[in-house]
């Protein structure tokens, strides 16, 4: 009896470490609330006395800017303040009742008020320009913040680790089809407006855009804690196709939303790149090569499309319908890969990367020099082919704008439904070819090549079709690249650059996207895209960006933002064991059967 109780006593779960800071959890909750409140408010009230600060925070009662930011995070902050309560309807926001989903809720309105006040303070020329809301907003989100850090430890210590660690969550409640549908179409409408909100932002707005990221990446960061993100993957995992077709009705709603031409503009980019980098996720995410010189195939298949479409410079003077300039561009980005992969595939790791990263600038060099003098005038050299005709689809004219229900479509927002449509494209070869016999072979090879080659599977020939299919699929989005820009020249082809598209852009986005994933590289040519466009003051610190965003990621995540399933086993530790426990052996005899 006496054995059975200490058994218990011993399995009894210790109680909750006290936060950082001293205060009673019934006093952390009200603090959190009110400052949530007060964050809310201060959003209402003038925040500098002058409009040169971008967005014109001098209005009351009227949120602009950065203001409406600022309110949203104090909006959020409040919900999850609110769960602490149990409030009926509240309790799926955070199951797990966790303390750092509440943390870092707080902290996204903590950032952004912080950071406009201190971009007021720097920009204008002193404290003395904020206006007593900037103090309201800064006072109230420390007081959130220091109400969740009095919440209990969630693992008592483990000091910082343990806000940083994905807390365990409860297992979410059966839902009906339906409820997960229309959970899966809520979510997708909001992911559309807060992309629609991001990209509106005026490109010399850089403070309010640098609030948005903020309030994103911790909001974003506390709705993983929650558990939230996990459960959205696993319904749409369930729903696949009909969270497939939402996430496309979204991209075809985006350009009804826009009043400027210029952010459709942005969008057709961010599809162009990431259209190329799932072509490049087959060469480094399935099988595990690495390839830097993969933008040559994109202007591979840009140079031919560009000779064939009846642009004045074209020493050819043909032009193609864009079904058969489309098609000479993958078969010319096709040819070339397999004439670069048949000799070269034999290499593994750093050699075959530095023979494709030498590809990569001999294509350029190459283009350069067929200028006339270096060479025969084939690609004009360094001044490219210009004038290169808008695209004809059964006679509609993709350069013209037109009006469709109240709506004038731009140019970039027609060349923006092409680009859906080819990604979609692309999106169903890259699914198709990941889970047949010939993805499993990928997979394989990327895992152990010499396993995979003992077990029959010819790497060579896996390979080469890899890399085929990665390549003409980088020039189909080229062809429609050379027709959007009106021109092609050599300067963008090369491996790294302070613009897109070069290797190193396409390259970062696989890798911070996720390796192996569909919506990975799309997620990542949106932020490696869209961040620089939005931050001018980048673009001159472009590879530092780049370095530092990468040296983040392996630290904090190795398998990318959205994770690979069988990546994420190989960087996290699982609490499985690969091997059952062992005794070590003793000096003691083993008692057999017969001497027991």
């Not at 499993?440 to 080469?464: C, H, P, Y």
């Not at 050379?482 to 986005?509: C, I, K, R, T």
Request: charged share 10%; aromatic share 10%.
């Amino acid at each position: 009896m006496t054995d059975t109780t200490t058994e218990t006593t011993a399995q009894a779960p210790e109680p909750a470490g006290r936060g950082p800071v001293p205060l009673p959890p019934a006093a952390a909750r009200p603090l959190i609330a009110l400052g949530a409140i007060g964050t809310i408010a201060s959003a209402f009230l003038s925040w500098t006395w002058t409009p040169d600060f971008p967005g014109d925070l001098t209005i009351y009662g009227y949120p602009a800017g950065l203001q409406v930011i600022a309110l949203v995070a104090g909006a959020l902050t409040l919900l999850y303040g609110l769960t602490l309560w149990n409030v009926r309807g509240l309790n799926w926001l955070n199951p797990g009742r966790a303390t750092s989903p509440v943390l870092l809720i707080t902290l996204s309105a903590f950032a952004v008020c912080w950071f406009t006040g201190i971009a007021i303070a720097v920009d204008l020329g002193g404290l003395v320009n904020l206006d007593p809301g900037a103090f309201v907003a800064m006072a109230a989100s420390a007081l959130s913040v220091v109400g969740a850090l009095a919440l209990p430890h969630p693992n008592p210590g483990t000091g910082l680790r343990g806000y940083l660690t994905k807390p365990d969550q409860p297992r979410p409640g059966a839902l009906s089809p339906l409820a997960e549908r229309a959970a899966v179409t809520v979510a997708t409408a909001l992911a559309l407006v807060v992309f629609t909100y991001g990209i509106g932002i005026n490109d010399d707005d850089s403070e309010t855009f640098i609030g948005f990221l903020l309030v994103l990446v911790f909001g974003a960061w506390g709705l993983v804690h929650a558990g939230l993100l996990d459960r959205f993957a696993t319904m749409s995992a369930r729903h696949k196709g009909f969270a497939t077709t939402l996430a496309f009705v979204a991209a075809v709603i985006f350009p009804f939303t826009q009043s400027d031409d210029h952010n459709a503009n942005i969008g057709v980019n961010i599809l162009i790149f990431a259209t190329v980098a799932l072509g490049l996720n087959i060469v480094v995410g399935l099988t595990g090569l690495l390839d830097l010189g993969y933008v040559a195939f994109l202007g591979v298949g840009a140079y031919a499309a560009a000779l064939v479409s009846g642009s004045e410079y074209s020493p050819y003077g043909v032009h193609f319908p864009f079904w058969a300039a489309a098609l000479t561009g993958m078969a010319a980005s096709l040819v070339f890969g397999v004439l670069i992969g048949g000799p070269t595939l034999r290499l593994r790791g750093d050699y075959l990367a530095i023979v494709t990263l030498g590809f990569g600038e001999i294509f350029r060099i190459t283009v350069n020099s067929l200028d006339g003098d270096s060479g025969p005038n084939v690609t004009r050299g360094p001044n490219g082919i210009t004038q290169i005709p808008d695209i004809k689809i059964f006679g509609f004219n993709l350069g013209d704008a037109h009006d469709v229900g109240g709506f004038t479509l731009g140019r970039f927002a027609n060349y923006l439904f092409l680009m859906l449509l080819i990604t979609a494209i692309v999106v169903l070869v890259f699914t198709r070819a990941a889970d047949s016999r010939i993805g499993r072979s990928w997979i394989a090879i990327r895992e152990d090549e010499t396993a995979a080659t003992a077990m029959g599977i010819n790497g060579f020939r896996v390979k080469l079709i890899a890399f085929a299919l990665g390549a003409s699929l980088a020039g189909l989005a080229g062809t429609v690249m050379a027709h959007v820009n009106y021109s092609v020249n050599p300067q963008p082809y090369q491996f790294a650059g302070a613009a897109p598209p070069n290797s190193a852009f396409l390259l970062a986005a696989v890798v911070l996207g996720g390796m192996g994933t569909v919506s990975g590289p799309l997620l990542g040519a949106s932020v490696l895209y869209l961040v620089p466009e939005k931050l001018q003051f980048l673009q001159n610190y472009e590879l530092f960006a780049f370095g530092l965003a990468l040296i983040l990621l392996m630290r904090f995540r190795p398998e990318g933002i959205i994770a690979n399933r069988r990546r994420q086993l190989e960087f996290h530790e699982t609490g499985q064991l690969d091997v059952p426990a062992q005794k070590t052996l003793t000096d003691e005899p083993a008692a057999s059967k017969a001497g027991a």
